[in-house]
């Protein structure tokens, strides 16, 4: 049973930061691309980052500059760091991984950014 947990979610006020953080556990055959998704409220889920096993990143082009996804793979998490945060970042933020060809999520965890 494969479990990912997101934590450091949280209310912030516009220009502050927050990091997430997610942990797999479990069956761990090997974890390959991981993701952050988020999803606003009344919106579609939508990719916000990925960074693959060598560590190869990408960014929606609304988070570039801003948000920098990392994972440490003696760990099995990842993170994302948010500088710079804004209102329309508020959303449900999950965690996604590919481990085995199979596909899971996390929980989320909210973060609210107050203007």
């Known amino acids: 049973q494969v479990q990912l947990v997101e934590s450091g979610g949280g209310l912030v006020q516009a220009g502050e930061s927050l990091r997430l953080y997610c942990k797999a556990s479990g069956r761990l055959l090997g974890i390959n691309t991981m993701r952050w998704y988020r999803q606003p409220p009344g919106k579609q889920r939508e990719l916000v980052a990925t960074?693959?096993?060598?560590?190869?990143?990408s960014y929606v082009d609304s988070v570039k500059g801003r948000f920098t996804i990392s994972r440490d793979n003696t760990k099995n998490s990842a993170s994302l760091q948010m500088n710079s945060l804004k209102p329309e970042d508020t959303a449900v933020y999950y965690c996604?991984?590919?481990?085995?060809?199979?596909?899971?999520w996390g929980q989320g965890t909210q973060v609210t950014v107050a203007s």
């Open positions: 996604n991984a590919d481990i085995a060809n199979r596909d899971y």
């Open positions: 960074i693959t096993r060598g560590g190869t990143q």
